[in-house]
T-cell receptor, first 112, second 118 residues
Framework: GNSVTQMEGPVTLSEEAFLTINCTYT??????LFWYVQYPGEGLQLLLK?????DKGSNKGFEATYRKETTSFHLEKGSVQVSDSAVYFC???????????FGKGITLSVRP | SQTIHQWPATLVQPVGSPLSLECTVE??????LYWYRQAAGRGLQLLFY??????ISSEVPQNLSASRPQDRQFILSSKKLLLSDSGFYLC?????????????????FGSGTRLTVV
């Protein structure tokens, strides 16, 4: 079946540090890949996505590249801000009628 | 544009009381609809999903039920709440699987309901 594995958290960084959050997946076919962000007390928001191999999704300074050869979709940001403190979920969708499969999420805390 | 509304935002209910959480979607037709629960410090647990009016699939056995009386309305209910029902409940929608580009689209989530059972 489909699955998403995220690195263990939580992650604590200082402001302006470089961020990498690892995400690997297992899926049949050619899934679409997503990163969602959940700010404290809110629902999930789509941060970025990629729908085919080598696509790069980007938004708000975050980037992730769909790597089919390593089945990965790692999230990166060059300089994090305190306002980036949130829970980040990696997810995949493999097919028109399939449901989103989420990773467990990772909490990011950014110190001023 | 499409919007999703979920209410109430917070709810405190005694054990044994009933529950009704409502979710509505605007600006689209025949969406797929989902109810998730997020316990404190935990990931997302899919509770129910629906691909059409009156069509409900349950992912886990539990004290909750769901109904879809109208195309863009999804209701989460319980007859008698348990302490373990406390959590953050999220409604979400996605384009129908019959849409050609459906694989490229994720879900759009509501703002959530914080339920505390006391």
């Amino acid at each position: 079946g489909n699955s998403v594995t995220q690195m263990e958290g939580p992650v604590t960084l200082s402001e302006e540090a470089f961020l990498t959050i690892n995400c690997t997946y297992t899926a049949t076919g050619y899934p679409s890949l997503f990163w969602y962000v959940q700010y404290p007390g809110e629902g999930l928001q789509l941060l970025l996505k990629a729908t085919k191999a080598d696509d790069k999704g980007s938004n708000k300074g975050f980037e992730a590249t769909y790597r089919k050869e390593t089945t990965s979709f790692h999230l990166e940001k060059g300089s994090v801000q305190v306002s980036d403190s949130a829970v980040y979920f990696c997810a995949l969708k493999a097919g028109a009628n399939s449901k989103l499969t989420f990773g467990k999420g990772i909490t990011l805390s950014v110190r001023p | 544009s499409q919007t999703i509304h979920q209410w109430p935002a917070t709810l405190v209910q005694p054990v044994g009381s009933p529950l009704s959480l409502e979710c509505t979607v605007e600006g689209t037709s025949n969406p797929n609809l989902y109810w998730y629960r997020q316990a404190a410090g935990r990931g997302l647990q899919l509770l129910f999903y629906s691909v059409g009016i009156g069509q409900i699939s349950s992912e886990v056995p539990q004290n909750l039920s769901a109904s879809r009386p109208q195309d863009r309305q999804f209701i989460l209910s319980s007859k008698k709440l348990l302490l373990s029902d406390s959590g953050f409940y999220l409604c979400a929608w996605s384009v129908s699987g019959r849409t050609r580009t459906a694989p490229n689209y994720g879900y759009t989530f509501g703002s959530g309901t914080r339920l505390t059972v006391v």
